[in-house]
């Protein structure tokens, strides 16, 4: 999915929609696609390359950067930071971090919800696939979260780790393995 992203930006033009509201006190810069009806609230940040969907709000003191997507009638509220990331549609953020992540649609991230993306020990990111650990390539790769997924307040999500649909992730937890569906 991010090779697709980065060579969609890539190869798109900046595009801002006439019916898009950018505050005055807003930063939009780069190569950056706002549909229709997007608004970007006061002390936003937007560094292109950069997707953001029809009818999403990128809040006040939000910053969207480095090859992220995010999909129609999303919220990426006060405070968070959206890095090298896809999100899909309907999907709703506030003071969370999610770095070189993967999120499905229809998912809510409570207040200081972070998706770690970067090993201590800067090793790549591994993940189980059966009963075995495969290296991914890469040494930035946060969460991977399923259609429908709850996580709760500040809860944080190891590098790699992959939250099944419809999951929930509940407040103050620390989550090192992968969830599965329905959990």
């Given at each position: 999915?991010?090779?697709?992203v980065?060579?969609?930006?890539?190869?798109?033009?900046?595009?801002?929609?006439?019916?898009?509201?950018?505050?005055?006190?807003?930063?939009?810069?780069?190569?950056?696609?706002?549909?229709?009806?997007?608004?970007?609230?006061?002390?936003?940040?937007?560094?292109?390359?950069?997707?953001?969907?029809?009818?999403?709000?990128?809040?006040?003191n939000?910053?969207?950067?480095?090859?992220s997507?995010?999909?129609?009638?999303?919220?990426?509220?006060?405070?968070?930071?959206?890095k090298?990331?896809?999100?899909?549609?309907?999907?709703?953020?506030?003071?969370?971090?999610?770095?070189?992540?993967?999120?499905?649609?229809?998912?809510?991230?409570?207040?200081?919800?972070?998706?770690?993306?970067?090993?201590?020990?800067e090793?790549?990111?591994?993940?189980?696939?059966?009963?075995?650990?495969?290296?991914?390539?890469?040494?930035?790769?946060?969460?991977?979260?399923?259609?429908g997924?709850r996580?709760?307040?500040?809860?944080?999500?190891?590098?790699?780790?992959?939250?099944?649909f419809?999951?929930?992730?509940?407040?103050?937890l620390?989550?090192?393995?992968?969830?599965?569906?329905?959990?």
């Amino acid at each position: 999915i991010f090779k697709v992203v980065e060579h969609f930006l890539d190869n798109a033009q900046p595009y801002i929609s006439p019916s898009a509201r950018i505050s005055e006190k807003a930063t939009v810069e780069g190569k950056v696609i706002l549909s229709d009806n997007v608004k970007v609230l006061e002390n936003a940040v937007i560094r292109g390359p950069a997707y953001i969907g029809s009818n999403s709000i990128v809040g006040n003191n939000a910053l969207v950067r480095d090859y992220s997507h995010i999909g129609s009638n999303s919220v990426i509220g006060y405070s968070t930071e959206v890095k090298h990331s896809y999100i899909g549609d309907n999907c709703w953020f506030h003071s969370n971090y999610i770095g070189d992540s993967i999120i499905d649609d229809d998912c809510s991230f409570g207040a200081g919800t972070v998706l770690a993306n970067f090993r201590l020990d800067e090793g790549n990111i591994y993940i189980k696939v059966g009963d075995s650990l495969v290296d991914t390539g890469y040494d930035k790769l946060g969460a991977i979260v399923g259609q429908g997924c709850r996580i709760g307040v500040n809860a944080s999500l190891m590098p790699g780790v992959r939250v099944g649909f419809n999951a929930f992730v509940g407040p103050q937890l620390c989550l090192l393995h992968d969830l599965g569906a329905n959990k």
